[in-house]
T-cell receptor
């Protein structure tokens, strides 16, 4: 089955700096890669996703890149703000076929 | 707006008790999931269901069972609760897109 590794487990950045979280997956058939943000005491919520037919996707300050050959994908947050502080989870699946398998999460702290 | 409701937010149960965690979604989603969240271990899939009456084991099904008698409702059952099942349990659902929507979570403490 699919296995998703996520690094780093914790990340601290200064406000305004960029943050990068990386994930690798094992199943070359996986084609759907979402990222979820979980604020303290709240449910995880989708912030961005990417499918295997594209290499990069942006939404304002966040972007995700995908390298299918290397089987890794990354979340990039630019101009970080204190409200970006949360736990971020990457995940992978075969769209419409298998459930999402999640990484172990990255706790991002943005220091004002 | 998709709503996934977990009726019990905080529970304290004794070892050996039978525990029911209820989840209801209001978006007519076909797919429903139960995940367990533990610090440092991320979100691990316990069971999932792609249709009424259907269930599939996830990565950590031992000690759990599920029931899906109606499309909107997916229940997680701990037949005999143990202390190592103290955790947060997240229900989720998805429809024809691949996005899954989580409930608020149920914090279970087994003493």
């Amino acid at each position: 089955g699919e296995n998703v590794e996520q690094h780093p487990s914790t990340l601290s950045v200064q406000e305004g700096d960029s943050a990068v979280i990386k994930c690798t997956y094992s199943d070359s058939a996986s084609n759907y890669f979402p990222w979820y943000k979980q604020e303290l005491g709240k449910r995880p919520q989708l912030i961005i996703d990417i499918r295997s037919n594209v290499g990069e996707k942006k939404d304002q300050r966040i972007a995700v890149t995908l390298n299918k050959t290397a089987k890794h994908f990354s979340l990039h947050i630019t101009e970080t703000q204190p409200e970006d502080s949360a736990v971020y989870f990457c995940a992978a699946s075969i769209a419409g076929n298998t459930p999402l398998v999640f990484g172990k999460g990255t706790r991002l702290s943005v220091i004002a | 707006d998709v709503k996934v409701t977990q009726s019990s937010r905080y529970l304290v149960k004794r070892t050996g008790e039978k525990v029911f965690l209820e989840c209801v979604q209001d978006m007519d989603h076909e797919n429903m999931f139960w995940y367990r969240q533990d610090p440092g271990l991320g979100l691990r899939l316990i069971y999932f269901s792609y249709d009424v009456k259907m269930k599939e084991k996830g990565d950590i099904p031992e000690g759990y069972s599920v029931s899906r008698e109606k499309k909107e409702r997916f229940s997680l059952i701990l037949e005999s609760a143990s202390t190592n099942q103290t955790s947060m349990y997240l229900c989720a659902s998805s429809g024809f897109t691949d996005t899954i929507y989580f409930g608020e979570g149920s914090w279970l403490t087994v003493v």
